[in-house]
C-alpha cells in the first residue's frame, strides 16, 4: 500500500470573489517527486501557501502525514521544510546565523547536521558572509539548506531552480532524487517544462487554479500521448486516405513526408502498416514517438477550447 | 519550551542591528556628555551664597507678581509666580539648596532623557514585525510548526524587554556618571513642591527617581503596543513610527486644542506622559490622576494587543 504523506482534497482559495485556486485535489506518495507545473499565474504559489499555511484555505482540505493543517497546525508543519517563492533571508546577518534561526526553532537539529547541510548546498566558502553579499543563487542554496535542516518528510520546494547555475540544478536534481529514494516526499513547481520531466515522478499539470491532468513520467506511458509517424515514400495524402477510409476514427496528420498517427498499440501500428502496404504504398520507415512534456504541457495549457477537451475524462 | 528560542531568534536579530548598538550608546554619551559638560563649565563656587541669590530672585518674582496683577495678567502665570515665590521662601527656611548636586539630583535632571528612549522603543518596535513583511521574511518564519500567536507573542516579549533592559542600562549609566561626578550620596535630599492645596512640601529625591523608573516602564509598554499595533496593521515600519512619535510628542499640542473637549482624558494623548502627575505640577489637565491615567493606559494596551493579535492571526501573507 502506497503511504500519502501530503493531501490535498478539493482545496480551494477564493480572494475578493475571484477563485484563484479551483477544487484542487491531488496525493503525494511517500518518496516521490511531485511537479506542480503551471504557466505563470496559474496559483502554483498560491497552493503553496495554503499547504503551509501562509494564507487560509478558502474551502477544501491539506492533509500532511495525515494531519489536518487547518485544525492541527503545529503538529502538521512539523516535518515540513519549504521555500515559498524566493527565500527571503535577513540581510544583515551571516548565512550561518541565518541557518542558527531556524536550526533553534526545529526539532532536533545538531551541529552535525548544520554543517551537514552546509556542505550540500556547497555554501562553506561563504557561510560566514552577510547575506546581503550573496547571489541569487547562493541565497537560492541557503534557502534550500534552511528546508533541509530539520530533515522534512514533506519537502516543497517553489521554484526551486530559480537562480541556479547548471551544476546547481544538476546537484539539486540528484540530491532530491536521494531524498526521494531515503522516504522523502518531494513537490516542487515550475513552469520549466523540460526540468520536470527530467526531476518528477509524477507531475501535475495546473492552469488557471483548475488540476488539468497528472502526468506519470515515464517513457511510452499512455496511448492516447504515442504517435507513430510513418515515412513514406510517395503520396502520403494518398496513404492518409487509405487509413481514413479504414478507420474514420483515425487522428491523422501529414507532417512533411511523415503520416502521423495519433494511437495505440502494436497492434494496431502492425495492422495500419498492412494496408498501407496492400495498398501499394511504401512505407520507409516506422516510429514511435511519446509526445514530450513540453508538447503536452503547451498544448493543454494553449490559449483556446482544446483545454477543456483535455480537461474533461481527468475530472470524470 | 522551544518557544524560548523563538524569543532568542528576536532578541539576536534585534541585537545584529547596527542601529540597536547606536541606540543604547546615544544615551550613555549624552549621559555622560552632560555631566562633563557641567562639571567643566559650571563654578562649584557660584553658589555658595545661594540663600542671597534665591532672596534676590524672591525679590524679582514678586515685583513681577505686582506687575502681572496691575495689568491683569494671565492667572497661570500668576499662580506660577506666587508658587515660586513660596517654594523659595520654603527653601531658605529649611535650608534646602537647589543647586546641591549629587547622582539622585542628576537623575532627576536627566528624567527626560526617557523621551529618548521612547523615540528608539518605537523604531524597534515599529520595525520588528513590518521588516519582516517588506523584506518577506515573515513567510520563512510563519511556516514553523508554532502557532502565529506564539511567534507573534515572541516579538512582543523580545521588544518589551529591549525596551527595559535599555532603560535599566541608561538608569544604571546615570546613578553611576551621576555618582562619579557628584558623589553617590544624596539619599536622604530632597526638594520642594507645592501640592495641589497650594501647600509646600519637602519630597524625597528618590522617591521622585523611582516612581519615574516605573512610570517609565509603563509608557514604555504602552508605546510598544501602540508601535507594534500599527507595525502589524499596515505593515509598514514608517507609518508605525510616525504614528507613535506623533502620539508622544505631538500630544501636549493635541491636548491643547482639544482641551475644552470633555472626553479628551479618556485619549491616549492626554495619558501618555505619567511623569507629569508624580508631583501634579505644571500639569495640563487637572482632573488627571496616577490611577486614573494608569487605567486608561492599561485599557488602551489590553485592546491594542487584542487588535494585534487577532489580526496577525487571519492575516494572509504574500509577502
Ligand atoms: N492577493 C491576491 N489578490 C488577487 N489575486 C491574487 C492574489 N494573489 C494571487 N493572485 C492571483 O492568483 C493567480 C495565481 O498566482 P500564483 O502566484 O499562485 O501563480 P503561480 O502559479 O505561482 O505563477 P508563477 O509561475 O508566476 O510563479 C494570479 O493570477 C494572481 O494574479
Ligand atoms: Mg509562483
Partial sequence: ?316 | MKWLSLLTNEWIKIFSRLRTWFFILIPILIIIGVAVYDKVATDETAHENWKQELTANIEADKKALEDTKKEDGDEFFIEMLESNIKQNEYAIENNISPYEKTTWQYMKDMAPISFLIGLFVIVVAGDIVSSEFSKGTIKMLLIRPYSRWKILLSKLIATLGFAFAMWLVVIVSTWLVGGLAYGFGGIDQTYIVQSEGGQIKEKLIVEYVFANIGLEFIELTVLVALSFMISTLFMSNSVAIGVAMFTMFAGDLVIMLLQDKEWIIYTLFANMDLSVLIDGQNQFIQELTLPFSITVLAVYTMVMLAITFTVFQKRDVKA
Fill in chain 1, 1 to 316: 500500500m502506497t503511504t500519502h504523506t501530503l493531501e490535498l482534497k478539493n482545496v480551494t482559495k477564493r480572494i475578493k470573489g475571484k477563485t484563484i485556486v479551483d477544487g484542487l485535489s491531488f496525493s503525494v506518495r511517500e518518496g516521490e517527486i511531485f511537479g506542480l507545473l503551471g504557466p505563470n499565474g496559474a496559483g502554483k504559489t498560491t497552493t503553496i501557501r495554503m499547504i503551509v499555511g501562509l494564507i487560509s484555505i478558502t474551502d477544501g482540505e491539506v492533509l500532511v502525514n495525515n494531519v489536518n493543517v487547518r485544525q492541527n497546525y503545529e503538529t502538521a508543519m512539523e516535518r515540513v521544510g519549504a521555500i515559498v517563492e524566493n527565500p527571503q533571508l535577513y540581510d544583515y546577518m551571516t548565512g550561518y546565523k541565518n541557518l542558527m534561526q531556524y536550526a533553534r526553532i526545529m526539532p532536533d537539529v545538531t551541529q552535525e547536521r548544520i554543517d551537514e547541510v552546509i556542505k550540500l548546498v556547497d555554501l562553506e566558502y561563504a557561510i560566514h558572509d552577510k547575506v546581503k553579499t550573496y547571489s541569487l543563487g547562493m541565497r537560492q542554496r541557503l534557502g534550500v539548506a534552511q528546508a533541509l535542516l530539520h530533515k522534512p518528510n514533506v519537502l516543497i520546494l517553489d521554484e526551486p531552480t530559480n537562480g541556479l547555475d547548471p551544476q546547481g540544478i544538476y546537484d539539486l536534481r540528484n540530491y532530491l532524487r536521494l531524498l526521494a529514494n531515503n522516504g522523502t516526499s518531494v513537490v516542487v513547481s515550475s513552469h520549466m517544462l523540460a526540468e520536470m520531466q527530467m526531476m518528477c515522478d509524477r507531475v501535475a499539470i495546473i492552469q488557471n487554479g483548475k488540476m488539468v491532468r497528472i502526468d506519470e513520467i515515464t517513457n511510452h506511458d499512455e496511448e492516447k500521448d504515442v504517435k507513430v509517424h510513418f515515412h513514406i515514400d510517395g503520396d502520403v495524402h494518398q496513404a492518409k486516405q487509405v487509413l481514413s477510409d479504414g478507420d474514420t476514427s483515425l487522428v491523422l496528420e501529414i507532417i512533411g513526408n511523415e503520416l502521423v498517427v495519433e494511437t495505440a498499440d502494436n497492434k494496431t501500428i502492425a495492422d495500419l502498416n498492412r494496408q498501407l502496404v496492400l495498398a501499394g504504398i511504401l512505407v520507409v520507415g516506422i516510429q514511435r514517438k511519446t509526445k514530450t512534456l513540453e508538447e503536452r504541457f503547451l498544448e493543454m495549457t494553449k490559449k483556446g477550447g482544446n483545454v477543456n477537451e483535455v480537461a474533461i475524462p481527468v475530472n470524470k
